[in-house]
């Protein structure tokens, strides 16, 4: 399904994967090259891009993982009470 298909949860959903994606991939790629610069500031970016994602995320939807529970504008706890993203009814 392309982007302008999807709900916007589910974009954004979509954006936090591939960015987390970018980000896994430079870490590995930082573990033989710790003092490539160009890809430190690249990694910085794309950590801080996928923070601003999933904090936005959590304002919305609830948060993904317990460290951004308090970012949800949810009760802190309720977190274990919606459909997990891979649940159908939570798309």
């Not at 949810?74 to 009470?81: H, R, Y």
């Amino acid at each position: 399904m392309m982007r302008n298909q999807m709900s916007p949860k589910c974009c954004l959903l979509q954006q936090i994967n591939e960015v987390s994606f970018a980000v896994n991939d430079m870490i590995l790629y930082l573990d033989t090259h710790p003092e490539d610069e160009k890809a430190l500031r690249y990694f910085a970016e794309a950590s801080d891009r996928r923070n601003k994602l999933m904090a936005e995320y959590a304002e919305k939807y609830g948060p993904l993982t317990i460290d951004d529970a308090a970012v949800s504008s949810e009760k802190l706890w309720n977190w274990s009470q919606q459909p997990f993203p891979w649940e159908k009814e939570g798309a």
